[in-house]
Structures are given as structure tokens and as C-alpha cells.
């Protein structure tokens, strides 16, 4: 099983030794980068190329470990037993399975996702050391292990929020997904805007990567509300003279909500504007 990229996400060479190397070594791939990298979507795409069914984990700050391999609701099976339900004597109608779970037994090699790892408490990728590693976890209330039928090829993505326990590190193949430059962010561009001007692109990205420069700033545009940017400017036809433009009171570019999301990001840009107009007299 080789991942060689897809139609639909462009892979670099590097990303794709490194989830190659992954598949290989059985460990499980771990992505950090730039919001709006593609860490998320590249599952989905290694899931596509190799025809593999895909299960998503998303995590929350409130998610536990356990979740993941079960829940037992205890609860509705008391409120059962006083309603004097017969499901109440199979104890197995009151466990939930959790995502790895349902990996460990699917009938075809999954690919696992397990997106912002760094979301949950820190104690979270030690609780799932002994399973991800032994590819196993024991069920108490029914005294049976659920073994994996085949080892799952597991990404897990993170953004950086919270430093990782050593012990899970040495566990996974790492990645860091670079923000892309300006040749590859074509590459991007051309798989989602096949029709687009180049003209246009050239300017988009002109601007783009002049407003990512800018010091000070609290959130720098992402590949993704590039696209978005880049969708807007087609749909209200905005021509790339209208982009070039370099007008000390329009420092701040046409449609600019797509690709500044903050208040103080704006501010900044105005004071930009603001500081050129006084030095223009």
C-alpha cells in the first residue's frame, strides 16, 4: 500500500515518504502544521488512494481517551432494569463502541483520524499509549480484549497547542507540513480552479503572501481562505489591475474578510493605510 497523492490533493514529495514510511513502520503518522494546511483533508485523501474506508475521530477539549474505545452507560441501564426491560440481562446493549474500536474490528484495513490531538487534556495521548501501540484494550464490563483484525493506518494531526508527552512521540512517524510557497500554492489552485486566470493568480498571490509578511500580525492567512479569497474574487469578477493596485488609502485588499479574521488584524492594516497617507504629503 503506497500513498502517491490524488487528483484532488497536491502531496509533496516529502509528505509522501512520510506516509509511506508510516504504512510501512505500522506507526502512526503524526501531522503538525499551519492551520489550513491540509493536515485534516490528507487523511481523507490517503483514504481515497488507497481505497480505504475512513473513520474520524475529531477531538474536543472535553474528549477522553476511553471514548475512543467505549462508553458503558450505566445510567440507562439502571433506568431499565427499574422499567423491568428484558435487554437489561445483556450488558452488551449498554456499551457504545468507540472509533478505535470500530477500526480494530473493521473488515477492511482502515484509515484512522484522529484530528487536533492537542485539543484534549494532556493526560489524553498517554491514555492511549497501550492501545495504539499494542493495537488491543480490555472491556470490563464483559471481560473480553478487542483485538485489532488489522492494524489501522492512524494520522493524528495537531496544531501545536500543547506540547506532546515524549512517550507518544517516540511512538508515531513524524511531519510537519511547511506552509506552502508560491509554486506549489499554484499547484493548489489549479486542482481547485482549473479555469482561473493566471493573470489573476499571479496578482492573488502577489498580495497574498505580502499581507502573510506583514509584522504584527495575530493571524496570518491560511491556504484554505486563500481558496476562498480566491472563489470571491471570480464570483464579483475582480480584475487583477484592481489587485495591483497599490493606493495608500486601499492598503487593505478588495474582499479582505475572507482572508482577515480579526478585528485586530484590521486595525493593524488601517494604521498601515493611515501611516502611508501621512508619509505620501
Known amino acids: 500500500m503506497r500513498f502517491e497523492g490524488t487528483s484532488g490533493y497536491v502531496a509533496t514529495a516529502d509528505l509522501k ?42 477531538i474536543k477539549s472535553t ?11 450505566a445510567v440507562t441501564r439502571l433506568r431499565d432494569s427499574q422499567l423491568g426491560e428484558a435487554r437489561v440481562k445483556d450488558i452488551r446493549n449498554y456499551i457504545k463502541r468507540g472509533k478505535l474500536w470500530d477500526a480494530f474490528v473493521a473488515d477492511q484495513r482502515p484509515v484512522l483520524l484522529i484530528d487536533e490531538i492537542d485539543k484534549a487534556d494532556i493526560e489524553f495521548p498517554n491514555d492511549l499509549l497501550q492501545e495504539i501501540d499494542r493495537m488491543e484494550f480490555f472491556v470490563y464490563e464483559t471481560g473480553e480484549t478487542i483485538h485489532a483484525r488489522r492494524r489501522p493506518i492512524v494520522v493524528i494531526t495537531s496544531n501545536n497547542e500543547k506540547e506532546l508527552p515524549d512517550a507518544f512521540l517516540r511512538r508515531c512517524f513524524f ?12 499547484a493548489i489552485i489549479e486542482v481547485h480552479f482549473p479555469e482561473i486566470k493566471h493573470r489573476l493568480v499571479a496578482e492573488a498571490l502577489k498580495l497574498f503572501y505580502e499581507i502573510r509578511d506583514v509584522p504584527g500580525m495575530k493571524k496570518k492567512p491560511s491556504t484554505s481562505e486563500l481558496l476562498d479569497w480566491l472563489k470571491l ?14 493606493d495608500p488609502k486601499k492598503l487593505i485588499p478588495p474582499l479582505h474578510g475572507a482572508l482577515i479574521k480579526n478585528e485586530q488584524d484590521v486595525h493593524l ?13
Do not use: C
Open 175 to 186: 511531519h510537519y507540513i511547511r506552509f506552502p510557497d508560491a509554486d506549489i500554492m499554484r
Open 233 to 246: 474574487l471570480m464570483v464579483e469578477d475582480i480584475s487583477p489591475e484592481t489587485l495591483r493596485e497599490r
Open 269 to 281: 492594516f488601517e494604521r498601515l493605510a493611515f501611516m502611508a497617507r501621512r508619509d505620501g504629503r
Open 63 to 73: 474528549t477522553k481517551a476511553m471514548q475512543g474505545l467505549y462508553e458503558y452507560d
Open 17 to 58: 515518504i512520510a506516509v509511506n514510511a508510516a504504512i510501512a513502520l505500522e506507526r502512526p503518522l503524526l501531522v503538525k502544521g499551519e492551520p489550513g494546511t491540509g493536515k485534516t483533508v490528507l487523511a481523507v485523501e490517503i483514504a481515497k488512494a488507497l481505497s480505504a474506508p475512513l473513520i474520524e475521530w475529531h
